[in-house]
């Protein structure tokens, strides 16, 4: 009986060292640690292709703070707590600096890069707008001076080659309102006929441009940005917490959610945007 005794005993201890094991290696608050960051590493990459250009110092720091993730990584594999959270924290503090540099860097255009195709038929059809106008006075005697107009489209098309969305979008509205006017003088003169005057100008004056869509995506993006900066400055205190890091990890996957539903449905994007503010607002509560 003392053997079989003896193998029932190390076949029970070898369990229980593999159940302790496993438990060390499955820890779920150093498996939210490696999620965060990994996350908040993902976000700086996408960020970063946003830029025209890649700062050296910025590129060197997302080198360093990937290293640190990779580290981190390391640590969780091998159940070492300490070291996974000093790497948590170096990478999480690499990945804020790295974010406010970007934002000291890029200057926001209210309208999205994707605006230039869709300015460019703007300014074209407005164009045509107005060389039917110019025909529609001559046709009727109407005395109009279209230079203001011809400047307005100069102006528009300069500011196009810059990829200055902005500015050309005042320009057309300018050269649109001016049209506008032009209509209700052709129209008050005594010599047109109202009926045919009023059809041909109903066709040829482009709908106005729909900028709201685009202000609000924009206004989202920088929320969304705000909070990632939020999130990002939380983990520290989150990584204390195990229940904080729990809903650090659930903020962060929203958050791609968020960016997901952007161009489909603003509106979904914002209800998500706001249960993250309520998970901030509880992990602020839970870390205090």
């Not at 990584?73 to 300490?82: L, M, R, Y």
């Not at 503090?93 to 195709?117: A, G, L, M, N, W």
């Amino acid at each position: 009986m003392k053997p079989l005794a003896l193998v029932l005993l190390v076949l029970v201890g070898s369990m229980i060292l593999t159940s302790i094991s496993s438990q060390v290696y499955a820890d779920p608050q150093l498996d939210s640690l490696l999620r965060i960051a990994n996350q908040a590493r993902d976000n700086i990459k996408i960020r970063l292709s946003q830029l025209p250009t890649i700062p050296h110092e910025i590129a060197k720091l997302y080198k360093e703070g990937s290293a640190e993730t990779n580290a981190l990584a390391q640590s969780v594999a091998q159940g070492d707590v300490t070291s996974a959270r000093q790497h948590f924290l170096a990478a999480m503090k690499v990945f804020r600096e790295i974010s406010s540099k970007i934002s000291d860097t890029v200057t926001v255009d209210p309208v999205r890069p994707d605006c230039i195709p869709r300015m460019k038929e703007a300014i074209d059809r407005i164009m045509m707008a107005g060389e039917s106008l110019k025909a529609l006075t001559t046709k009727n005697n109407v005395n109009i001076d279209f230079t203001e107009f011809d400047n307005l489209i100069y102006s528009a098309k300069q500011h196009l080659d810059a990829k200055n969305c902005a500015e050309v979008t005042k320009a057309l509205e300018l050269a649109k309102q001016f049209l506008l006017d032009a209509q209700k003088k052709i129209l008050n003169n005594k010599g047109t006929r109202p009926k045919v005057a009023q059809d041909e100008l109903a066709n040829m004056l482009p709908p106005p441009e729909d900028t709201t869509r685009d202000s609000k995506l924009e206004r989202i993006k920088m929320k969304i940005q705000t909070i990632e900066e939020q999130l990002n400055s939380l983990s520290e205190k989150a990584s204390e917490n195990e229940v904080a890091a729990q809903w650090l990890k659930r903020a962060f996957s929203l958050i791609e959610k968020a960016k997901d539903q952007l161009d489909k449905s603003p509106d979904k994007a914002m209800r998500t945007l706001s249960e993250v503010d309520k998970i901030i607002r509880m992990i602020q509560r839970i870390t205090h």
